[in-house]
């Protein structure tokens, strides 16, 4: 299995461009996961999919971002427009635990580093 | 509240020493998961183990062992005979019974000196 394959793996922006990150999870996995990893906040969820369904997206910072699955293989994460304060690493996680169980190891993409400025 | 706290920020030793990566949890529930995942300097966050809270059997995989106190709520790494590809930030995180996230520790930087 080539385990959850994210794209790009470096991007640089200007602030108030659009910017898309792309995951691809684990095939047979149910449950997708966004986190963002910086130094102030370390590592923490933006938004959780189950059955290509978002069944949480609290951790979303801001209405300028967004995610979606349009299908079990595919999930992209869109910030529009960017700002500096975005800058981090995303990470992309799928697992095989379905709602209210966390009970399986979650897997996560080799990240995207993400600079904007 | 759930809480992971890894009090150790940076640690260096030299090759070939043990190492033991510190990791104390707070949650009030009885049916909860522990992990921990290591981050090499490439970036990508990598699965090491998972522990569930009703097993507390202490756990070894090659150089690495894990111990497992519920009395003090602690789920210790131990690495023994340290190489430097061990050089690696590590994180320890728990999950909770109807839960689907991680909550993550701050991780401890580990610098395995040759």
């Known amino acids: 299995d080539a385990g959850v394959i994210q794209s790009p793996r470096h991007e640089v922006t200007e602030m108030g461009q659009e910017v898309t990150l792309r995951c691809k999870p684990i095939s047979g996995h149910n449950s997708l996961f966004w986190y963002r990893q910086t130094m102030m906040r370390g590592l923490e969820l933006l938004i959780y999919?189950?059955?290509?369904?978002?069944?949480?997206d609290s951790g979303m910072p801001e209405d300028r971002f967004s995610a979606k699955m349009p299908n079990a293989s595919f999930s992209t994460l869109k910030i529009q427009p960017s700002e500096p304060r975005d800058s981090a690493v995303y990470f992309c996680?799928?697992?095989?635990?379905?709602?209210?169980?966390?009970?399986?190891?979650?897997?996560f993409g080799q990240g995207t580093r993400l600079t904007v400025v | 509240a759930q809480k992971v706290t890894q009090a150790q920020t940076e640690i260096s030793v030299v090759e070939k020493e043990d190492v033991t990566l510190d990791c104390v949890y707070e949650t009030r529930d009885t049916t909860y998961y522990l992990f921990w995942y290591k981050q090499p300097p490439s970036g990508e966050l990598v699965f090491l183990i998972r522990r569930n809270s009703f097993d507390e059997q202490n756990e070894i995989s090659g150089r690495y062992s894990w111990n497992f106190q519920k009395s003090t709520s602690s789920f210790n790494f131990t690495i023994t005979a340290s190489q430097v590809v061990d050089s690696a930030v590590y994180f320890c995180?728990?999950?909770?019974?109807?839960?689907?996230?991680?909550?993550f520790g701050k991780g401890t930087k580990l610098s395995v000196i040759p």
């Open positions: 995180a728990l999950s909770w019974a109807g839960s689907y996230q991680l909550t």
């Open positions: 996680a799928s697992s095989l635990g379905g709602t209210g169980a966390m009970n399986t190891e979650a897997f």
């Open positions: 999919f189950n059955n290509n369904v978002p069944i949480d």
